[in-house]
């Protein structure tokens, strides 16, 4: 079975550092494009990152990006997003989701999704 397990949200101050993780099984994230996925309350999801360790590639939305930080670990088969500069606009429950087309912010393009973890930032 393929299972994505998103880990690692909490309650962090504006300004604070978080490192949240998505643990992969049933196939190996280095031949899988990993993204990050947020929604916000009353918000529509949104992708802030993604990587493809086949590729070479990573993406950030604009709006993360000099903030956010993706990163994968072949040996625990675990993609990183590393958050630094929290702003309570970050809160939102992170999803990790997979697919082999192609590094995109875009949700129809993953078809493996992990049930999200919350990252709540307090101003």
């Known amino acids: 079975d393929v299972q994505l397990q998103a880990s690692g949200g909490g309650l962090v101050q504006a300004g604070g550092s978080l490192r949240i993780s998505c643990v992969a099984s049933g196939f190996t994230v280095d031949d899988y494009v990993i993204g990050w996925f947020r929604q916000a309350p009353g918000k529509e999801r949104e992708g802030v990152s993604c990587i493809s360790r086949r590729d070479s590639t990573t993406y950030y939305a604009h709006s993360v990006k000099d903030r956010f930080t993706i990163s994968s670990d072949n040996a625990k088969n675990t993609v990183y997003l590393q958050i630094d500069g929290l702003k309570p606009d970050d809160t939102a429950v992170y999803y990790c989701?997979?697919?082999?087309?192609?590094?995109?912010?875009?949700?129809?393009?993953?078809?493996?999704w992990g049930q999200g973890t919350l990252v709540t930032v307090s101003s």
């Open positions: 989701a997979a697919n082999t087309a192609g590094c995109s912010g875009v949700e129809d393009h993953y078809y493996f």
